[in-house]
């Protein structure tokens, strides 16, 4: 169980926020929409932030109800609901469908088991000192280096050598990066979209730094450093201003 959990979101401009937060005594799961590109055809009557909340509830009912089913199993459940959601009316095999992210935080049965689909990582700050991250790099590591055309992104994701998000394939569920460490061993964790995690990649804090800040000054806080950063010395690339959410929680004696 968690002695405590925190976190906050804010949206990156006038557009609806397309990351989403939740979080339970023994778990929190962080989901990041992707934006659609303009003038794509998603082939889908529903938006992204639609499918974010759709997700994020499926993942939220299952989580709360306990039981021992691995998070690679929950996360599939949840994407086949969601799937089944759009009740027909929309292609799910375009390729530009609407998809999220997804990071998974659990502490049950004498672990931390946790579960990173896409660029949204999560960090374990371990009881003896220092961070460890857990994060999917696949999308950093498409053919032919950043910007990525709609082409190559819309050819490589969600199939062998590309990239994973969850969308409408159960089957991604089992291609995150999945792990468990002993309770004992974790102090607190936590984790983020890529707006928050521009402070590591583009504005030169350590993840050290970010689950310190993220512990000691509280994720609303996080999120206002990279606002003060992107307005200060603007984007490496892309948007400004990115929707950009965190969470942590911290893990009580008892829990080790």
Avoid at 58 to 82: F, N, V
Avoid at 97 to 103: L, Q, R
Wanted: with cysteine; hydrophobic share 45%.
């Amino acid at each position: 169980m968690f002695a405590e959990v925190t976190y906050a979101t804010g949206a990156g401009s006038e557009r609806p926020n397309e990351d989403l937060v939740i979080a339970g005594p023994s778990w929190l799961v962080v989901l990041d929409g992707a934006t659609a590109a303009a003038g794509v055809d998603s082939g889908c009557l529903h938006g992204v932030p639609w499918l974010v909340a759709r997700l994020g509830a499926a993942l939220a009912a299952r989580l709360a109800a306990g039981g021992d089913t691995p998070l690679a199993g929950t996360l599939e459940a949840a994407i086949d609901e969601t799937a089944a959601a759009h009740g027909g009316s929309c292609d799910l095999g375009n390729p530009d469908s609407p998809s999220s992210t997804v990071a998974m935080v659990r502490a049950a049965r004498g672990r931390v088991e946790y579960l990173v689909l896409g660029d949204s990582p999560v960090l374990l700050s371990r009881a003896g000192g220092g961070v460890e991250v857990v994060a999917d790099d696949r999308l950093e590591r498409l053919p032919g280096g950043r910007p990525y055309s709609v082409e190559l992104v819309r050819r490589m994701r969600n199939v062998a050598g590309g990239f994973w998000v969850a969308a409408a394939r159960p089957e991604a569920a089992f291609q995150g990066v999945c792990g468990a460490v002993d309770v004992r061993e974790v102090r607190a964790a936590g984790a983020c979209t890529d707006g928050v995690a521009r402070l590591v990649d583009w504005y030169g804090w350590s993840w050290d730094d970010l689950a310190a800040a993220l512990d000691g000054r509280g994720p609303g806080a996080v999120i206002g450093a990279v606002r003060e950063l992107e307005a200060a010395r603007g984007p490496v690339r892309g948007k400004r201003h990115d929707d950009a959410t965190a969470a942590w929680a911290r893990l009580g004696a008892a829990s080790r």
